[in-house]
């Protein structure tokens, strides 16, 4: 088998995200390997899922640091001398600067809940049910210096219902989330997708568009 590809994942809150990639990674066959959790906040509930799964976490507190370039090369020392290869933004609520962008350009997902471009930043689902939307969804993405822009891996579609509220969606658009996030990974990491001009194609250079694009398998 292609030896895996060995991935950080950065958060800063509970980890349910992360959790999905670490099931997924127990997987024999599956292409990636967490091998470095970081938080920027102590006491974070996705540490202690680190731990109970056996891999190295580190916390670096960006309220140690007297800027963001400070922070963010504080980060990458971290992952390069962990022979980090892909980067997973998983629930990790900081900015990064371009330059840190820049150094990991092409090999740092993260994931938004909503169908991007559509309802960048913060309060997505509040805003897509005071839109009336009758879809919404998660997004898997590149990371590049603009908040919750960059070329799109994958995504998934969630029915939004008369009834919803923010947080009756938000739940359920979490739990698309959890299925897509590690294909996403999955498909990065065996190189079955690749960036060109800021589109994600698969190997034949196509691209795909059912309700989990590319589709689950």
Known sequence: ???????????????????????????????????????????????????????????????????????????????????????????????????????????????????LPAFRGLHSHERVIAAGCKISGCTIHFVRAEMDEGPIVAQAAVPVLASDTAETLATRVLEAEHHLYPHALALVASGAVFVKGERVFDSNEQTQVPLFSPPLA
């Open 1 to 115: 088998m292609t030896k895996k590809k060995r991935v950080g994942v950065l958060i800063s809150g509970r980890g349910s995200n992360l959790q999905a990639l670490i099931n997924a990674c127990k997987k024999r066959d599956y292409p990636a390997e967490i091998v470095l959790v970081i938080s920027n906040v102590p006491q974070a509930q996705g540490l202690l899922r680190a731990e109970a799964a056996l891999i190295p976490t580190l916390t670096i507190d960006h309220k140690d640091f007297p800027t963001r370039e400070d922070f963010d090369a504080a980060l990458d020392a971290a992952l390069t001398d962990n022979q980090v290869e892909l980067l997973c933004n998983a629930g990790f609520m900081r900015l990064h600067t371009a330059g840190f962008v820049e150094r990991w350009r092409d090999r740092h997902l993260n994931v938004h809940p909503s169908l």
